[in-house]
């Protein structure tokens, strides 16, 4: 009994590990419009928000999601536009994405430089990436979502790895002209690629936090909100944290911006109690 | 509404005052005790004023009771109602008219801004305008000292910012544009703002993005301006900094020269000097730990061919802000005085100062005459920081010396250790000498010992003395032919004597050292036994006997 | 004493005039060509309309709308939920005065529109409540729809909102002023707002 009891736990112990680096079959019909292929399952877990309300809870519960492993790339987006063509750059309606829109292409339907054709893509708005993501059957990422996923460590141990190092070395060096390809920063422990390192990236909700008049992003939303509080911040040594919320505070749904992309999310299907 | 109840008070009583208006006249018989009397004379309200003896008349001279006048209760409920009245209608007037500083602004002004240690110039006209200030946000690398680059995060391209000159009433609008290919959201704070976050939330600002405020130039004075995106040290560390001046109603005193320094420290992984591009560090931002304290952005940059210019006779204002992040400065130029120091960039002002604090995140102004040419240090007078971090800037003054202010260098000399007080000895009998004579070896050593610390100053301890100067004793022909041995020499100096040695011609001064005959004749058994030198020892018996000669 | 009286009353009226705000009364916005701070630039095309964004919506009366049809006269709209106590109890009520402080003649030409944050709590029903609590007449939408839509809107006029634990919002307070096609011509604040700005700005879309 004893010896079943071991190869259970310890049965049950790795299979979580089975998920990491390549997509998890998900129930369901799998056709182009749907395809969960790039994709990796996120397992649920706790959280401790970076800002949280004074009145909310410090850490919060994060249903298991899936998520793309890399951020959409100029090829993939290029595709989008073809298949709606309302969205080509001259045609864009000025609601959904201001001037410099897709301005590193060299038309509406043409990339131009074969060097970002695997590139991130980036100069497309909110609105534009909410659309991508609707028209592959995915959604954008919560802020929630994208920051627990994010906070996982690079799979590599060395000490120039660590996840802070990163993000502020990224800092320290100016855009580089070319933008690099997906894939050519770090990985991280749930297989996920370049979430610091390569570009910021769009969540679904990133006006739903309100830094307020204090840019240290430690006190009170602005009073005229409803249900006002003030903000803890989980670590206030963290930074580079501050600084994806602070650009996070600036963003409006319709700016494009050269060093802003995207990657998409997929509500896990196997969940069935949410 | 205001005006008239003050009016009808003020007027009920002058009219009332000024009716029964007439030279008082007092006299001994008469103290007032004035009462409202209910009897009136024609239309008019009288007094009883009752004499000292007590007899009642009536009067209608108010003058004199007017004391009573004024605090009879119709009059009193009267003033009363009034100030109500003029306290209510003030409050509402006040809620609708707004601050009374803001008197209206006519025209419009694009001041020129310059980058340091330019200063622009003041505005001829001083009646507050309407100013347009457009700056733009640029990430860049460039150089923070030989061999060491940086990425800096900057106002306008340069560290510090531009300089922006308004003022004092001036309505500033300000547009902070954030060019496309920087990375960081950035805003403004500007010391000169009265307003929440002194305009870093209306600010706020996205890569590819702009955005305007309006502010009132309120309070004259010096201002630092920073970037207060979170976490706002690393972006002040990063050089996202400058000054704005408001210049008071009156105007400043005109003067030469304006330069304008702003101190700043660099926290960087490499060590001071490292070369490369050197990352942020904010560990050390935390332990306020530089690696670079400078001024104007980079270890060199306003020294040598750099360096501020002026003349002598010049009056030189210098505005200098410390954008720390951490850092106060102790601020001098080595070799001025500040005749005026505007504290804190404010509106008091102190005299004569040779160092002043300059805070964190905050400005002075410092004002002196040149008075003299040459290169003079500005430092931040934490003197590490200057010599061994960067904080050093100059001003080179041209122009005609003045040796009555500053004479320099008069005199050049040589100087003699002192001799050590022998007076006393001198009187005491030299008992040494009828003690017995030590050995040639221990002789040797003494002597070499007296002579390193007596001796070698001059004639070296390779007995080689200085050509030209101090004869030398190796194979002296002067030391090892004299008959004495040397002992005279030793015993009373030699004075300005020309003397030849080895064939070289000297004439100097030995000065007579006060030597027992045992040091004498330990010395003396050294050098005539050193450097080739060969001779029996001399003893102290012998010394003894020319001392007494 | 008579006279103490008359003294007494005539200060009292002074007194009360001091203090009273004005009663509702027709601002003169419609009769001089006033300057209005802050109004967005119009495009010909009209392409920041907002009524761009597609998706059915529910009213109050359950009729099943797309914003489009909220096109052809002006809208004074905001983002609530019924189950705040605080904040936009006001900002309805400013919205409110805006419309009243038109002209008699132009306030029936100006629409008022409440998106609800609270899909879940704010059903047709529940604002057909609110609505006759606030005492919103028919030129009044009330619209319900889904989280996504609801986050869309937000995003199209830049709110911030947060759901919180509680199942209660944490949202800013803006009010907006949209022409007859859809664009944002006026944003107010909805505490501290400027009712004669929005009214002016009306008043000139109605011309």
Known sequence: MKIVNALMVIICSLAPLKNYGKASPVNGKQHPGNSVAGMVRIPGGSYRPFLHRKDQPAVIRVHSFLLDINAVTNEDFLAFVKANPKWARSKVSRLFADLSYLNQWTGDFEIGDDKIKHSPVTNISWFAANAYARWKGKRLPTQTEWEYAAAAPPISTKKNARLTRIILAWYDHPNPIILPHVQSTYKNTYGLYDMHGLIWEWVEDFNSINMGDDNTGGTNINSFSCAAGSLNSADKEDYAAFMRFAFRQGLQARYTIRSLGFRCAKDDATITNL | MVLQGFFAAGSFLIIEFFNGIKTLKYDQDHFFVCRASTKRIGHRPTFDLITKNQKAVKTTYLNRCLPQIIFSRRILRLFVCACIWLTACNQHAKNNTGADDTTAVTGEYNPVLTFAPNVPEARDNAAPKKVMVEIEVVEKVMKLADGVDYTFWTFGGKVPGPFIRVQEGDEVELRLDNNANNKMPHNIDLHAVNGPGGGADATMTVPGHSSVFRFRALNPGLFVYHCATAPVGMHIANGMYGLILVTPKEGLPNVDKEFYLMQGEFYTKGKNGEPGLQPFDMDKAVKEQPEYVVFNGSAGSTTGANALQAKVGDRVRIYVGNAGPNLTSSFHVIGQIFDKVYLEGGSQINRNVGTTLIPAGGATIVEFTCKEPGTFNIVDHSIFRAFNQGALAQLVVTGPADKNIYSGKLADEFYFPPIPDQAGKKDKPVIEASSPEPSFADRFKDGHALFESNCSSCHQSTGLGLPGSFPPLAKSDFLMNRQDMGIGVLLHGINNEPITVNGKHFQGVMPQLSLTDDQIASILTYVRNSWGNKSPAVKASEVKKIRNQ | MKTNRILLGLVTLALLSCHKKPATKTLPCCQ??????????????????????????????????????????????????????????????????????????????????????????????????????RQLDEQWELLQGSADQVRELSMALNVRYQKLSGGDFSHSGNIFILDQAGNIVQVVDGLNGNVRNADSVLCRLLR
């Open chain 3, 32 to 133: 001089k060509d006033g300057a209005v701070a802050g109004m967005a630039s119009q495009p010909a095309s009209g392409s920041t309309s907002i009524y761009q964004l597609t998706g059915t919506w529910t009213d109050q009366h359950g009729k099943q709308l797309t914003l489009n049809t909220l096109q052809g006269r002006p809208q004074i709209v905001a983002m609530i939920f019924t189950h705040c106590t605080s904040v936009c109890p006001r900002v309805v009520e400013e919205m409110k005065t805006i419309r009243d402080s038109l002209p008699a003649a132009f306030r029936n030409k100006v629409g008022g529109v409440l998106v609800s944050f609270d899909p879940d709590r704010d059903t047709p029903v529940q604002m057909r409540l609110f609505a006759k609590q």
